[in-house]
């Protein structure tokens, strides 16, 4: 499953009919940023006072890279939600990281869907997640192929 929302979404289009073959998975390399109500509560639902960083709190993964180190920000990755946040003091930001990306790459290939895009390719730091994205792809239909040969 990748997550709550997009698992649903998923489903959704299947079943009112879309075949699979032709629905594609997106995923962002962007976050969100969010000042926290609580520095205390930093995780997901955590009551927020409005976006951080930016106006409307956007920020690129990029960037979001960099918060991470120049704040000694704590990243924590959430299987449920199949997302990663992370936080220092009262900012907050949601976002996929590895891990995240490659676990939804790999549930795309699985359920037959025609394939993945990522927005705002730009922000990806060095390219990272998309490489990421691409080897779990690779991998997949490497390890399919396999399986039909058997």
């Known amino acids: 499953m990748i997550g709550p929302s997009g698992d649903a979404g998923v489903r959704a289009w299947i079943q009112a009919g879309l075949p699979a073959t032709q629905l594609v998975l997106g995923f962002p ?14 995780s997901y639902y955590a009551a927020t006072t409005g976006s951080a960083i930016s106006p409307d709190g956007s920020i690129g993964y990029g960037q979001i890279r960099k918060f991470i180190v120049d ?43 025609r394939g993945y895009f990522s ?7 060095n390219s ?23």
Do not use: E, M
């Open 71 to 113: 704040n000694g920000a704590t990243t924590v990755y959430n299987s449920t939600v199949v997302g990663d946040y992370c936080y220092a003091g009262t900012t907050w930001i949601g976002y996929d990281d590895n891990q995240s990306i490659v676990t939804k790459v790999r549930y795309a290939k699985q359920k037959g869907l």
């Open 29 to 42: 390399y962007y976050g969100y940023a969010w000042r926290l109500s609580n520095a205390n509560s930093p």
């Open 119 to 125: 927005r705002h390719v730009g922000a990806d730091d």
């Open 128 to 150: 990272g997640l998309s490489r990421s994205a691409s080897r779990a792809w690779d991998a997949t239909v490497a390890t399919t192929a396999i399986r039909r040969k058997f």
